[in-house]
């Protein structure tokens, strides 16, 4: 059958010049008479995947000299709770702006961690339909960091600036806008992303750290859990999710060949543009969130009667459009387009949505 239209929030859709280059070397890679998926992590083929992987990201990303890029498993959850155990350096408190559900992840799990959680903003007053703006934040005397969450693939909140963290480590979760424009890597102490939404496959997550945050943990964290281990061993301290990792690679290079970041977000604006367009001038469909801080890449709306989810759905799949539904937690739609989703996969969805709509009389 032709190959859906793919919205959902992750694992994602991706390139199909990727998926076609993956599978023309599936069976053999480069002549070496191997599939990737079976090469050692330790041997010549996967080791120059793997760091022209890391070359092209650090390329795409701009990412300054001394940051150390570290490919490892167990998704941004994992994340949340390696964070204040390495970064925490002996201080009493943390900094979290709460944007909705990942957020609220993130803070759980550094309230079991760190001594004291503070909550800098939080946008719960409003349902997470907006960016708390920064003349609102209240941080702490001398944080260890201060997290926020870039982009709310449930809510559809999405920060279009960078928060100034003056001489704190700006961390960031960025899984869901991570490749999605340009950005300055130098205002961060820490980004963080899975992989399966902008960058590749389930089980591979980006960590991208300044030099002088490595190896702070106080108490020192058990092996597996402290950065240190992984920038000493270059991400192979255990077997690496070598699969992703090579995917990972193609989608860079993809990015690369058209346009870089830039044109990723040249393209992601036109996206965007299409189904907001459509959205605002709509009387039956609606989007919650603020219109500066919508986001460019999950864009959650609701039918005027919940009772039409299903007849919505319905018809989106035998029209070849697929995860439409929102997350069990806000209920209503949201349609996930990522870098890899095409123009003309937005543009059928409006086409359907203004015939269901009309449907409806």
Same mark, same amino acid.
């Given at each position: 059958?032709?190959?859906?239209?793919?919205?959902?929030?992750?694992?994602?859709?991706?390139?199909?010049?990727?998926?076609?280059?993956?599978?023309?070397?599936?069976?053999?890679?480069?002549?070496?008479?191997?599939?990737?998926?079976?090469?050692?992590?330790?041997?010549?083929?996967?080791?120059?995947?793997?760091?022209?992987?890391?070359?092209?990201?650090?390329?795409?990303?701009?990412?300054?000299?001394?940051?150390?890029?570290?490919?490892?498993?167990?998704?941004?959850?994992?994340?949340?709770?390696?964070?204040?155990?390495?970064?925490?350096?002996?201080?009493?408190?943390?900094?979290?702006?709460?944007?909705?559900?990942?957020?609220?992840?993130?803070?759980?799990?550094?309230?079991?961690?760190?001594?004291?959680?503070?909550?800098?903003?939080?946008?719960?007053?409003?349902?997470?339909?907006?960016?708390?703006?920064?003349?609102?934040?209240?941080?702490?005397?001398?944080?260890?960091?201060?997290?926020?969450?870039?982009?709310?693939?449930?809510?559809?909140?999405?920060?279009?600036?960078?928060?100034?963290?003056?001489?704190?480590?700006?961390?960031?979760?960025?899984?869901?806008?991570?490749? $999605?424009?340009?950005?300055?890597? $130098?205002?961060?102490?820490?980004?963080?992303?899975?992989?399966?939404?902008?960058?590749?496959?389930?089980?591979?997550?980006?960590?991208?750290?300044?030099?002088?945050?490595?190896?702070?943990?106080?108490?020192?964290?058990?092996?597996?859990?402290?950065?240190?281990?992984?920038?000493?061993?270059?991400?192979?301290?255990?077997?690496?999710?070598?699969?992703?990792?090579?995917?990972?690679?193609?989608?860079?290079?993809?990015?690369?060949?058209?346009?870089?970041?830039?044109?990723?977000?040249?393209?992601?604006?036109?996206?965007?543009?299409?189904?907001?367009?459509?959205?605002?001038?709509?009387?039956?469909?609606?989007?919650?969130?603020?219109?500066?801080?919508? $986001?460019?890449?999950?864009?959650?709306?609701?039918?005027?009667?919940?009772?039409?989810?299903?007849?919505?759905?319905?018809?989106?799949?035998?029209?070849?459009?697929?995860?439409?539904?929102?997350?069990?937690?806000?209920?209503?739609?949201?349609?996930?387009?990522?870098?890899?989703?095409?123009?003309?996969?937005?543009?059928?969805?409006? $086409?359907?949505?203004?015939?269901?709509?009309?449907?409806?009389?």
């Amino acid at each position: 059958m032709p190959r859906v239209f793919n919205f959902s929030a992750g694992p994602a859709t991706l390139p199909e010049e990727v998926l076609a280059q993956a599978a023309e070397e599936m069976l053999d890679w480069h002549g070496s008479g191997q599939s990737v998926m079976e090469m050692s992590h330790r041997g010549k083929e996967f080791i120059s995947i793997a760091a022209e992987a890391e070359a092209d990201l650090r390329t795409l990303l701009d990412i300054p000299d001394g940051y150390h890029v570290l490919f490892l498993q167990g998704g941004a959850t994992l994340q949340f709770e390696l964070i204040p155990m390495n970064l925490m350096r002996g201080k009493r408190s943390v900094d979290y702006v709460h944007t909705g559900e990942w957020a609220k992840k993130a803070i759980a799990a550094a309230r079991g961690l760190a001594p004291s959680v503070n909550l800098a903003a939080s946008a719960e007053d409003r349902g997470f339909t907006y960016v708390p703006p920064q003349s609102t934040w209240r941080l702490s005397d001398d944080p260890a960091y201060v997290h926020y969450t870039a982009n709310e693939t449930i809510g559809g909140v999405e920060y279009h600036w960078i928060p100034e963290a003056g001489d704190v480590p700006l961390v960031s979760d960025m899984s869901s806008n991570i490749l $999605s424009k340009p950005l300055d890597v $130098s205002k961060f102490g820490l980004i963080y992303a899975g992989a399966q939404k902008n960058i590749g496959p389930a089980g591979l997550t980006i960590v991208i750290i300044r030099p002088d945050l490595v190896g702070l943990g106080v108490p020192t964290p058990p092996l597996m859990m402290d950065y240190a281990t992984h920038v000493k061993s270059e991400s192979m301290h255990n077997t690496p999710p070598t699969y992703a990792i090579y995917i990972a690679g193609l989608v860079f290079k993809r990015l690369l060949a058209t346009g870089g970041l830039a044109g990723a977000e040249e393209r992601n604006i036109a996206k965007a543009a299409v189904l907001y367009d459509f959205l605002d001038a709509s009387d039956f469909y609606a989007n919650p969130v603020d219109v500066a801080d919508r $986001s460019r890449m999950n864009v959650p709306f609701t039918l005027p009667d919940p009772a039409l989810d299903a007849e919505f759905l319905a018809g989106a799949k035998e029209r070849g459009m697929v995860q439409l539904k929102g997350h069990r937690s806000v209920g209503g739609m949201r349609a996930s387009i990522y870098n890899a989703m095409p123009i003309e996969g937005v543009r059928a969805l409006v $086409s359907y949505m203004a015939e269901f709509a009309a449907s409806k009389g």
